[in-house]
């Protein structure tokens, strides 16, 4: 029988006591302030190159401003490289949560590396580098995302007992146009490595095609649950040291005259004894 510390669970925006509309309206407002994730940039980019040459190390993962034509690629790929589009938009926020005291601390992010992530092959796993995000506006650490931290971490508390925690928010906008593909899961089937997550709560989806988010038994083939969540749903599920491993599908556009994207907020959540 398959042990987990928390159930799976789908969350919702009514059960948060959230005005989703209201919310949905002010990120209007923030997506510019959003930026490119330039590690998944870089990825991509080293990915695409690795069909007509040998790259001689993983080291080149590193660097993200690594410069491409010391490669010696034919000119018509190295002008594909360059024009590569970062299709992932992201911002981070860091916290120190006691639930018996109903607090919330916020936190500086600094460096943010997910040291023990998995994927289902032994291809490099660019989640274990450190990373450094845009923190996330004053403005969006708002009565909303309080409402959904306290709504999550009870919930975990719920079946735990646990009541302090350490959590790390990803605010999240993939999108696509030009008929063009984009995935928030690009590591495919994967855990994140930590304790708790939700993965994730969606804000919008507009005029998206895919996202279905699907999670596996440890044979990292046997579907326990899946689903396409829609605006004000989001999973919350146990991670490191479980038999879950989890995905989600990518998206594309319903109306290709119009661009699809995908707002949403993950939670990499770590339980303080």
Known sequence: MLYLPCPISVVDSIGMCLNLKAMQNKFLNYYAEYQDDL??????RIDYIKQFVEIPSDDIYNDIYFDFSSLNLENHIL???????SYRKRLISKYLVTLDKNRIERVD??????????????????RKMD????????????????KII??????IRSFTGFSNFQLIVHHTFIFCENANIATNSPEGVHQDGMDFIMSAFVVERKNVKG?????????KKNK??????????????????TDLWHEVTEISQIDLNEMAYRSSI????????
């Open 150 to 155: 306290f709504f999550v971490l009870n919930k």
């Open 266 to 273: 993950g939670f990499d959540v770590k339980v303080l004894q």
């Open 211 to 219: 996202a279905k988010s699907i999670i596996y038994g440890g044979d």
């Open 39 to 44: 590690y998944l940039l870089h990825r991509n």
């Open 79 to 85: 002008t594909n490289v360059i024009n590569f589009k």
């Open 109 to 126: 992010s600094g460096v943010f590396a997910q040291s023990l992530a998995l994927v289902d092959d032994d291809s490099f796993d660019y």
């Open 224 to 241: 326990l649950f899946e689903c396409t969540l829609k605006d004000g749903q989001g999973i919350l599920q146990a991670d490191l040291n």
């Open 131 to 146: 990373r450094v995000f845009k923190e996330l506006p004053d403005a969006l650490f708002d009565d909303d995302l309080r």
